[in-house]
């Protein structure tokens, strides 16, 4: 069973960075595509951006796209979600999630919630002056 932990999140200002960390554990992350979620107060939890299992693709929310960076790196079972120029509609909490792939060398990733099996418990990013 493939385990998620989060970490990283906190309070930044706008215009600010944080770099997202996805630790996975239970097994290896080789075989998965990887999403990033958030969710906001009173909203939907949406998707912010995936990675296939290769790594060659990545797909992102128009609202983040210049943004965020998604990033993976399987010898370490670990993900990363990069944010820059944050601003305050960014707030909400982050989770990663995956998905099991046939093959390791997956090249297509999807951000909708349906498509994952595993999730973490998710990190809070605020974004505040």
């Known amino acids: 069973q493939l385990q998620l932990v989060e970490s990283g999140g906190g309070l930044v200002q706008p215009g600010g960075s944080l770099r997202l960390r996805c630790a996975a554990a239970g097994g290896t992350v080789d075989y998965y595509a990887i999403g990033w979620f958030r969710q906001a107060p009173g909203k939907e939890r949406e998707g912010v951006s995936c990675v296939s299992a290769s790594g060659g693709s990545t797909d992102y929310a128009n609202s983040v796209k210049g943004r965020f960076t998604i990033s993976r790196d399987n010898a370490k079972n670990t993900m990363y979600l990069q944010m820059s120029s944050l601003k305050p509609e960014d707030t909400a909490v982050y989770y990663c999630?995956?998905?099991?792939?046939?093959?390791?060398?997956?090249?297509?990733?999807?951000?909708?919630?349906?498509?994952?099996?595993?999730w973490g418990q998710g990190t809070q990013v605020t974004v505040s002056s």
């Open positions: 999630a995956a998905v099991l792939e046939p093959t390791p060398y997956g090249s297509s990733c999807h951000r909708s919630t349906l498509q994952y099996d595993y």
